[in-house]
């Protein structure tokens, strides 16, 4: 009940074929809740409570997974949302072709924002970055995101956080822990690269 879409946002999970590309990514479950359940009701969170005390303060609390299962999803290494993003973000761009006109600009974005977690202290590779805009050092991360652009509409088709290539700027270093074979672990080797040479590498990849 609690995964439940609004019917205008249910025709769009199924045209979109989310689960298909949740699946596609590597993001299944072998017990317990369906990720693609799991998901629904992380993506209603937005609309509906904005966040988790809300949910758990509501009416609906009872029916809401517990809150391990959630983060679990959200930290599994294994789990590929890189390739899930460039998989979703291409079935939109094919929906869209037919409806744009072949003589508009159609071009890659790359966008770089700082992402601040001032009150942190423990957050893995969290980083002293640089804030063009404020010009100051922040406590947080560097969101580059890679998007598509029919000079209309904006698409989002890849993404980075980057920490800091500099050792004496990485207030947090990796978790020891996390399997070298993983998805994880090789966005936290990105992490640590500069912001150009990772630019290049989502272009690459798209």
Sequence with gaps: YFAQLPKEIKQG??????????????????SGYSCLTVFKLIFL??????????????????????????YRFLNTPTY???????????????????????????????????????????????????????????KGFQMLTLGWTD??????????????PKKENRLQEINTNIDKRTSGYKRRQEALKSKPDVASALLDHA
Excluded: C
């Design 45 to 70: 969170l937005v609309f509906q409570y904005k966040n988790w005390f809300r949910a758990f303060m509501s009416k609906r609390s009872q029916d809401l997974p517990g809150k391990d299962t959630v």
């Design 80 to 138: 590929h949302w890189r390739k899930f993003l460039l998989s979703l973000s291409s079935e939109m761009i094919r929906l869209l072709q037919p409806l744009t006109s072949k003589d508009r600009v159609t071009a890659f974005v790359i966008d770089d924002s700082v992402f601040s977690r001032n009150r942190s202290k423990s957050v893995e590779l969290l980083a002293k970055v640089f804030d063009h805009s404020t010009h100051q050092y922040l």
């Design 151 to 164: 000079s209309f509409t904006f698409i989002p088709v890849d993404f980075a956080l980057l920490s800091s």
């Design 13 to 30: 999970f199924s045209e979109l074929n989310i689960g298909y590309h949740l699946r596609k990514a590597n993001i299944t479950k072998l």
